[in-house]
């Protein structure tokens, strides 16, 4: 960010948040309008800069899915226990035996696999015994 004026960054970005705004509690239809005010990149923008700048920006809460721990076609259904470690956008833990109702492989190094959802989009994740899960970002 050496090269990036951050305080225009800030200011572009409080600007758009507001055209943002404005045009959500006027329920503007016409998209022409939109598009001589502001460029068509604005969903993509707003977020994007946000993250740039290290502020906060808007996301969907996670949802697990599924979640199973083992080895070698021998899981154990942990989703509860997944479930419970999350915060409303954000997993972050070392997956270890402890964590479970019960070791499905004792002696084996185990993984754990996710199902979830966060910002409408679906996907999965392995994590290995020892590693650290992360899902999502902190705010």
Do not use: H
């Amino acid at each position: 960010m050496d090269n990036i004026n951050v305080d225009s960054l800030k200011s572009i970005l409080e600007e758009l948040k507001s055209l943002r705004s404005r045009w959500c509690s006027e329920c503007v239809d016409d998209a022409e309008e939109m598009w001589e005010q502001i460029p068509g990149f604005l969903s993509d923008s707003v977020p994007l800069m946000e993250e740039a700048l290290c502020l906060p920006y808007s996301i969907s809460p996670l949802t697990i899915i599924s979640a199973k721990y083992g080895a070698n076609d021998t899981y154990i259904d942990v989703t509860k226990q997944i479930v419970d470690l999350a915060t409303t956008y954000f997993i972050e833990d070392t997956i270890r035996n402890k964590l479970f109702p019960t070791d499905p492989i004792f002696g084996v190094k185990k993984e754990l696999i996710v199902v979830y959802e966060l910002n409408g989009i679906q996907q999965t994740i392995k994590t290995n015994e020892g590693d650290v899960l992360m899902i999502g970002k902190k705010l």
